[in-house]
Every structure is written in structure tokens, then in C-alpha cells.
């Protein structure tokens, strides 16, 4: 492949450390998205933990709009991060030692310590419950199974918004045990995926994949975030990963994705409002003049084209990302990569909490929901400040041991797949 100037080796940033930090950045606005949109969960009439007694329906349309693409990224980033690190293990069973505590210790710390919580006010706003919090955790232990809605029970323990982890671990270690068979790099440095991005294709090929994962998986394995029964949710996130480690896990853009990414970002972001509006629109005309009986040939349609707006926005994210984002590194980017997986950690029981008890109190709903997000982002700084100041902490919040003085000299690369 000829060498454009985007997939020379990179200058290194201001502070002369070769990182993709674009890779960095688009993690922190990834999961920033992630806190806004739970936070908008309390407001909108989609099933949650707990809700505003005032609902904002006009946040649904704008949540609509993230909700194919928005988990997806995180998975492309974290492929991407995690075949940087795997060029850089001199063994991958070794970093697959490391990915498994640094992924399955903040798990088990988040089943058993964070995610109770949400759980308890849940019951207690759905199902009426009248124990006290202690009480609850007895049955949380116990795998209780008797607080139901019909036939709908709610599971215990559980990982809630943690499924994330399992999914990624899952996804990791597959990938690292696939590099230790013979030859099996290669896989992942054929030419071939250069084919796959050039003349526009990283806009259309994936796009094929998740429309025909859509046609033949979508309706029959609907989303649970049960690790072993989600089999359509595998399908998109196992190849949104693979994409992201083959195409654009490689400091030198071996492929030309980042370079075809930036190239077509603006098709892309185009692609992306067409579909979603098209889609809206052909959904809306055709409730209006026949209800909800839709056509065969019309489902397929709509799940091809509903496929674009899992795909598109990914490339003109990672387009954007390596025309504004590259070489960007500062010290707060690097504060933030450290403080982002305490805040995912923690967000989301921080809003149960805060929502649960701010909706009693009437106040304006501007103002409630402000303070909900507020007291979220505060939540979530002071846990980042906790997990990084307590060593003990650190390995159940998913931070590693504090670097050694000589670590942080510039040229050391630290990537982090989450």
C-alpha cells in the first residue's frame, strides 16, 4: 500500500508521546454520551430502573438517534485499543491475564457493591417492596426470584449497565487465544482489509454484514444482555470489535482505515441523517395509512436500511475523530482515560439515586433535570478521585497499580482497551 501522510508514522504529541489519542478522546465523549443518555432514561417512557413521574417524550427522538451506534463505538475503540496493546505483548496469554482482572475484578466488585443499589429501588418503585436495604441484600445474594410483574421476574444478582464488561472480556479473549494459533496474525495484516476500505467500500461492506445480521437474527434473538443468550447483539458488537481491532488497531493505519474514515466522514455523517430520516419517515407514513401490520418485503427494506445507522455514524465518528482529535494529548486527556472507567462504573447507580430522590421533591423539571445530571457528574468525579487515591480500591474500580516514576517519561505508551 502507498504510503499516504496519514498512515506515516505518527509525530508523537505535544507532550511526545505517539499515541492515537483520537482513540483516547472518542472513549471519553463516548462514555460521556453513555451518562447523558441514562440520565435521559429517567425522563422518557422506555422501560428503566426508575422514572420521573414527568416524562420529556421529546427526548426519545434524540435518543433514537444514538441508539444504534452508541454501545457499537465503544466496542470499534475498544478492538482497536486492545490490538495495540496485543502488537506491543510479547505473550498474548499474559495479556490475557491482565485484560481478565482488569475487566472481571471491577465486575464482581460492581455486581456485588454498585449495581445493589439500583436493583433495591427498583423493586421498591415497581414492585412496592417495603424491606429495608439490608434486607434486600439478603435476597439479592440469595438469587431471589420472587419480585415479578407477571410473568416478566427480575433476575438476581445482576450486572445491569455492567454487561458491557463480560461482552468486552468475552470478546478479548477470543481474539487473543485466535493470535497464539499459527500464523494467525496474518489474519489480521492481509491485504485484504486493505481492499475492504479502499474506493469507499468502509462505507458499504460492513453496512452488508449488519443488514443481513439484521434480516436473519434480529426478530428470532431478541436483546437480553445475558452473556449466552444474545445472539443477535453478539453478532453486531463481536464484529463491531473485529472491525475496530483490524482496521484501526495499528499506529501506521496499515489498512488506510482511519485515512478512508476521514476521507468519507462527511458522506458518512450525510449517509447517516438521510437513512435515519428516511427510515423515521417510511415507518411513520406507514403506521399512519396501515397500522402496524408491515409487509415482508417492507420489514426487509427497513432492516437494511435501519443497518446503515449502525455502521455510518461509526465512520464518520472515527473520520472526525482523526481530523480533529490526533495529536491532541494534554494532561487532562490522560486524567480522563484514567477517570472514565470509575465514572462508567458508577454512573448509572449515582442517577437511580439521584433521580429516585429528586422526583418527590417537585422542583421545575428544567431545574430537576440539570441537577440530575449535576449530581451524576459529581458522583462520578468523586469516585474516580476515591478508586485513584486508595491503592486497595484501584484493582476493583478497574485501575491498574500506580506507574512507577520511571513509566511516565515521555515515549511510554499506555493504551487501554476500555
Excluded at 475496530?244 to 476521507?263: K, P, T, V
Aim: proline letters at 6%.
Amino acid at each position: 500500500m502507498n504510503a499516504t501522510p496519514s498512515a506515516l508514522p505518527r509525530t508523537g504529541s505535544p507532550l511526545g508521546t505517539p499515541r492515537l489519542t483520537e482513540l483516547d478522546w472518542l472513549r471519553v465523549i463516548a462514555f460521556a454520551l453513555l451518562i447523558l443518555y441514562h440520565a435521559g432514561m429517567f425522563y422518557v417512557s422506555w422501560d428503566w430502573h426508575v422514572k420521573s413521574p414527568r416524562l420529556i417524550p421529546a427526548l426519545e427522538a434524540w435518543m433514537l438517534w444514538l441508539n444504534p451506534w452508541r454501545m457499537s463505538l465503544l466496542f470499534v475503540i475498544s478492538g482497536a485499543a486492545t490490538a495495540l496493546m496485543a502488537e506491543r505483548a510479547a505473550r498474548p496469554g499474559r495479556l490475557i491475564a491482565t485484560r481478565s482482572q482488569r475487566l472481571l475484578l471491577p465486575l464482581l466488585f460492581g455486581m456485588a457493591v454498585i449495581v445493589p443499589p439500583q436493583s433495591y429501588l427498583e423493586v421498591v418503585e415497581k414492585a412496592h417492596y417495603g424491606g429495608s436495604y439490608l434486607e434486600f441484600l439478603k435476597l439479592y445474594f440469595q438469587a431471589y426470584r420472587g419480585f415479578c410483574r407477571g410473568s416478566d421476574c427480575l433476575v438476581l444478582p445482576t450486572w445491569n449497565h455492567l454487561w458491557f464488561l463480560p461482552y468486552l472480556w468475552t470478546y478479548t479473549v477470543l481474539v487473543l487465544l485466535g493470535l497464539m494459533l499459527p500464523d494467525a496474525r496474518r489474519m489480521f495484516t492481509h491485504p485484504a482489509w486493505g481492499r475492504l476500505v479502499a474506493g469507499g467500500r468502509l462505507l458499504w461492506v460492513p453496512w452488508l454484514v449488519f443488514a443481513l445480521l439484521r434480516q436473519h437474527l434480529l426478530t428470532r434473538f431478541p436483546t437480553t444482555h445475558d452473556l449466552l443468550h444474545d445472539v443477535y447483539q453478539h453478532g453486531v458488537y463481536g464484529v463491531m470489535f473485529l472491525l475496530g481491532f483490524a482496521l484501526f488497531g495499528s499506529r501506521d493505519d496499515r489498512h488506510g482505515a482511519w485515512e478512508a474514515a476521514r476521507r468519507w466522514r462527511w458522506a458518512a455523517l450525510l449517509g447517516y441523517v438521510v437513512v435515519q430520516l428516511l427510515s423515521e419517515a417510511t415507518t411513520s407514513a406507514w403506521r399512519q395509512a396501515h397500522g402496524d401490520d408491515f409487509p415482508d418485503a417492507l420489514l426487509m427494506a427497513l432492516r437494511a436500511l435501519n443497518a446503515g445507522k449502525q455502521w455510518l455514524p461509526i465512520v464518520a465518528v472515527m473520520g472526525f475523530g482523526r481530523q480533529w482529535l490526533a495529536d491532541r494529548d494534554s494532561p487532562m486527556l490522560r486524567w480522563l482515560t484514567l477517570a472514565v472507567f470509575p465514572f462508567y462504573l458508577v454512573h448509572q447507580t449515582v442517577t437511580v439515586i439521584a433521580g429516585h430522590l429528586l422526583a418527590p421533591l417537585h422542583w421545575p423539571l428544567a431545574l430537576e433535570a440539570f441537577t440530575l445530571v449535576a449530581v451524576t457528574a459529581l458522583g462520578c468525579l468523586l469516585a474516580a478521585l476515591v478508586a485513584m487515591r486508595v491503592n486497595a480500591l484501584r484493582p476493583w474500580m478497574g485501575l491498574g497499580p500506580k506507574a512507577a516514576p520511571e513509566s511516565k517519561k515521555p515515549g511510554t505508551l499506555r493504551y487501554r482497551a476500555f
